[in-house]
Every structure is written in C-alpha cells, then in structure tokens.
C-alpha cells in the first residue's frame, strides 16, 4: 500500500512499550507562558475538527477518555499536554480547526496561540497532521500546511478513518496525498493510514513516535 520502509521488530516493540507505558494529563495551556519546560522530544497531534483526533491519541496508547472526545467538533481549546514514559516525551493535543460551534474572534485566538507555538517550541520533533480518508485534503488542511512550512515545522500527514473507505480509494489518495508534499519543503514524504476502530496502521506509527522520543 505504501512505499513506506518497514520497520524493525526491534523498532516497532519500542514504539509499542512506549505507548503502552504510563501516560498522563498534565495541563491544557491557554497561553504559551503556560507550557512546561522543553526539556524532552515533543510531539504533537493537529487537524480539522472531527477528523477523529482524540479517537486516534486513545487508541495509540490503549487508554478510553485519555484525549476527551465529543459529539460537539471543535471542544479542544487550548494546548493540552501529556506526559509519556514518564519524562520520555511530551504529546500535545493542540485545537482543532477548520470547524467550530464558537465565534471568530475564539477561533482567531486559537490560531494566533497555535501559530506562536509552533515558531518557539525548540524541543518540537514533528507535527502529526490528521487528515479524514474521506475527506482527502481540504483546503483548511492545506492552510495548515502552509503554516507549518513557513514555521519550519516538520509535520507528517497521518490519514484517519482508513477503514470506512475501500482500498483502491486508500491507496490512491495515499498516492496523490505523497505527490502535493513533493511541494512543501517541510513535509515528511512518508504518508500514514490509520483506522482507530480497526487498529490499522497504529503499530507503524507508534514506531515512527517511539523513534523520535531517541532523537
């Protein structure tokens, strides 16, 4: 399905130890001043409300309720963290966007926060940018995208919902997503298809999260 490399039994143990560890909440930051110190590898979670965000974090790390999903799109509002392995590593959950039952004025202050943050997190390793396989690219998601090439931010496009759509349309989306990141320099070519519900994919990208907690 992909041209991805395959990883290592060795490689793919890590990623599973590590997300099966302990984990836990640490705070939702309203403001950078918030964020705890830069004292690990950081990664985080990023996409359009309703594109299964929190369905996705609690399945990575077999925890039900760990990111709080809701029937309301749009109810992450600020920079949530979790502690991983215990000192490991940092997972953000950052605001979803795209779609939200708030005002303008709300939502332009969640990317004005999300914008500050991805210019002045040293320790930040990669953006996973979750995108529906339904749905394909959209043109917030692509805003995004520009955001994260400007920044510099190394981000990973990370296909939910994988199982809700036949193979054929899978692989060729896959296909057509890899091509478009030829052309965003901070793109990482190497596109992923999960499925929460059915656990696809989700070996391979808690090795690709196991990886870069050693960076």
Partial sequence: MTDAPEFSDETL???RVLCAGPVSFVL???????????????IAFAGRSNVGKSSLINALL???????ASAEPGRTRELNYFDLGEGKMWMVDLPGFGYAKVSRTQVEKWTKLTR??????VNLRR???LIDSRRGLMPPDLEMMQMLDTAA???QIVMTKADKIKMTELQALQ?????????????HPIVRATSSEKG???PELRAEIGMLAEV
């Avoid at 309203?30 to 964020?35: F, I, N, S, T």
């Avoid at 077999?62 to 709080?68: D, F, M, P, V």
């Avoid at 296909?175 to 793109?187: R, T, V, Y």
Wanted: glycine share 10%.
């Fill in 175 to 187: 296909a057509e997503i890899q091509k478009i990141l030829k052309k965003h320099p901070a793109a």
């Fill in 153 to 155: 931010v190394t981000y």
């Fill in 28 to 42: 939702g930051a309203a403001d950078l001043r918030q964020l705890p110190e830069a004292d690990r590898p950081e």
């Fill in 13 to 15: 143990e890590k990623g």
């Fill in 127 to 129: 953006i996973f940018l």
């Fill in 116 to 121: 500050k943050y991805l210019r002045g997190r």
């Fill in 62 to 68: 077999n925890r039900n309720g760990l990111a709080r």
């Fill in 200 to 202: 696809f994919g989700l």
